[in-house]
């Protein structure tokens, strides 16, 4: 019985083994040569996720700026277009699919004479729908994967960050991107997806990419910029300003923790905004110069203090206008007058004919002295150069001159960074540095290059500057600032108004308008500087931006 048993499991064994011997001599005889074939048509395909072969811009907290959000795109494999020879059929389909692409367009990008083995990106922001549309054509050489954009098309931070020209190679054409192109071409660690193409250039089914990291450092830029506080402020501006600025300036570091502009700019529809000729969206305004208003008070009122001109508690009479001659007057911002006020109501009431007497007091010289010793049309800022924004101060000859300067008009013209500097300034018991906006870069060894840091320098006596800031305090509690006051913290700020010279209609002329304030007054910490144009006034217009800036930055700190 045993034996017998034996005998069938050999017998088994022996069926099991002559099976597969035929089956593996089918493999390798009869039809091997066509498997071969098959093998050798299947290989892998690198995909390059990032948009750009370009290093990162970092925030304080190291936070990208420079990755937007996730996107699909098509690709061409011109080897095997080139083999299908079908060039026109899949630009003709890729141009009805993709709308925004010309057929023409297309074919120039497919007609690819170079590298036949390369991926030629034709398009980075399909839709779902195109996606599923190009996966399920039978054209060969399209592949569809996913990509890691580098800019937001809100236009976040776009004025700062700045550009690049199209294309995986593409050049820094300004903003950050220009500055540091030397650091960020070429300088972006590899993060491929690998996909299984079959002899068509087709990826194969249930064959899912995978992720390659190429493991090597990014060569990186560090900002300044703080990405929670940026996306604060572009928010509020989003609600409140079409064109404008918004800058947010550590007092004691002097560093800059957001800076915006609006109207912002899609990075990747440049050519749509330099074609309709408006190059005034592509500019930065919070780096572009204006008249300040009565923001230049506070410059002309630390002066005055600090010569011994002027005193907190002296009284001033102001009718609604103060008169040069009879031809020349200049009227107050309440037309009726303010009466008796003494030159701490007049700063918080912002009366122009009280400032103007402080300023003819002062004087053209010692005024301009002021304005050097603190550094007032100091464009520098470490870490950036801005190119020249043509910011000055000049006073003609003459008191309407001179009274016209006092109160930020004609012959004063400044930007809102340089005003985040006076209040920095200010606020910090009359310490001055330069501001920054880089805090170190990054090579590829890991190594840092930390930017130098402007030594601090005492422009103006402590004494002084802690005057200046009751002043500024007065206009939030009770002058032309209470809409800035928020309920958690202190504020000091000063309102302002500017004129333009342009006319709305034949009685309105063209107002830019402002707020520069910080908080908390008790230990200040963070001046923020807003700036509108074509509005109505500095209260109405820009205080209660500064009153969803600060709230919204106190929720992170």
């Given at each position: 019985m045993l034996e017998k048993?034996?005998?069938?499991?050999?017998?088994?064994?022996?069926?099991?083994?002559?099976?597969?011997?035929?089956?593996?001599?089918?493999?390798?005889?009869?039809?091997?040569?066509?498997?071969?074939q098959q093998a050798t048509a299947m290989r892998s395909q690198e995909i390059e996720m990032n948009e750009y072969h370009r290093g990162d811009i970092l925030d304080r907290n190291l936070l990208s700026l420079t990755s937007g959000q996730p996107s699909l795109a098509?690709?061409?494999?011109?080897?095997?277009?080139?083999?299908?020879?079908?060039?026109?059929?899949?630009?003709s389909f890729l141009a009805q699919v993709l709308k925004d692409k010309d057929e023409k367009e297309i074919l120039r990008e497919i007609n690819h004479k170079g590298n036949k083995s390369k991926l030629l990106r034709v398009d980075t922001d399909l839709n779902q729908a195109e996606a599923l549309q190009i996966n399920a054509s039978n054209l060969p050489g399209l592949v569809v994967a996913p990509i890691i954009k580098r800019y937001r098309e809100d236009g976040f931070c776009a004025h700062l960050l700045g550009y690049a020209s199209k294309g995986e190679g593409g050049e820094g054409q300004s903003g950050i991107e220009k500055a540091y192109e030397k650091t960020l071409k070429g300088n972006h660690s590899s993060q491929e997806l690998v996909s299984i193409l079959d002899a068509r250039g087709k990826a194969i089914q249930g064959l899912m990419f995978k992720v390659r990291d190429e493991q090597r450092q990014d060569s990186s830029v560090v900002l300044t910029i703080d990405k929670r506080i940026q996306e604060v402020v572009e928010k509020a501006m989003d609600k409140r300003i079409t064109k404008g600025a918004v800058v947010v300036m550590d007092i004691h570091s002097?560093?800059?923790?957001?800076?915006?502009?609006?109207?912002?700019?899609?990075?990747?529809?440049?050519?749509?905004?330099?074609?309709?000729?408006?190059?005034?969206?592509?500019?930065?305004?919070?780096?572009?110069?204006?008249?300040?208003?009565?923001?230049?008070?506070?410059?002309?009122?630390?002066?005055?203090?600090?010569?011994?001109?002027?005193?907190?508690?002296?009284?001033?009479?102001?009718?609604?206008?103060?008169v040069y001659n009879e031809q020349v007057t200049t009227a107050c911002l309440k037309k009726e007058g303010h009466g008796s006020l003494s030159f701490a109501e007049a700063f918080a009431y912002s009366c122009n004919p009280t400032f103007i007497r402080v300023g003819l007091r002062l004087g053209r010289t010692r005024l301009l002295q002021y304005v050097k010793q603190m550094h007032l049309t100091d464009e520098s800022i470490t870490g950036y150069n801005p190119g020249p924004i043509g910011t000055y101060v000049k006073i003609d000859g003459g008191d309407p001159a001179l009274g016209n300067a006092s109160l930020g008009q004609e012959g004063v013209m400044l930007s809102p960074v340089q005003i985040a500097s006076l209040l920095s300034t200010i606020a910090?018991?009359?310490?001055?540095?330069?501001?920054?906006?880089?805090?170190?870069?990054?090579?590829?060894?890991?190594?840092?290059?930390?930017?130098?840091?402007?030594?601090?320098?005492?422009?103006?006596?402590?004494?002084t500057a802690g005057k200046v800031k009751q002043l500024l305090e007065k206009v939030v509690e009770e002058g032309t600032g209470k809409p800035a006051a928020i309920p958690e913290a202190r504020v000091a700020g000063k309102t302002a108004t500017s004129q333009t010279g342009r006319m709305k209609s034949a009685d309105e002329e063209v107002l830019n308008t402002w707020?520069?304030?910080?908080?908390?007054?008790?230990?200040?910490?963070?001046?923020?500087?807003?700036?509108?144009?074509?509005?109505?006034?500095?209260?109405?217009?820009?205080?209660?931006?500064?009153?969803?800036?600060?709230?919204?930055?106190?929720?992170?700190f």
């Open positions: 048993r034996i005998v069938m499991l050999m017998s088994l064994f022996l069926f099991i083994f002559s099976a597969l011997l035929g089956r593996l001599f089918y493999y390798q005889v009869i039809i091997g040569e066509k498997i071969t098509v690709y061409c494999l011109p080897e095997v277009i080139n083999r299908e020879g079908n060039y026109g059929e899949l630009a002097k560093e800059i923790l957001a800076m915006a502009s609006r109207p912002t700019f899609n990075p990747y529809q440049v050519s749509d905004i330099v074609s309709f000729d408006d190059r005034s969206t592509l500019s930065n305004r919070a780096l572009s110069k204006y008249n300040p208003g009565s923001l230049f008070k506070i410059l002309l009122s630390t002066a005055a203090l600090e010569e011994g001109k002027v005193n907190m508690e002296e009284r001033f009479f102001c009718s609604g206008k103060y910090d018991d009359g310490w001055w540095a330069t501001p920054s906006l880089v805090q170190y870069t990054i090579d590829q060894n890991g190594q840092k290059e930390m930017l130098p840091k402007g030594e601090r320098q005492q422009v103006i006596t402590p004494g707020f520069a304030g910080y908080f908390p007054a008790d230990q200040p910490r963070w001046a923020i500087v807003i700036m509108a144009e074509e509005g109505s006034s500095g209260a109405q217009n820009c205080a209660p931006i500064f009153k969803d800036i600060s709230q919204g930055i106190l929720k992170y």
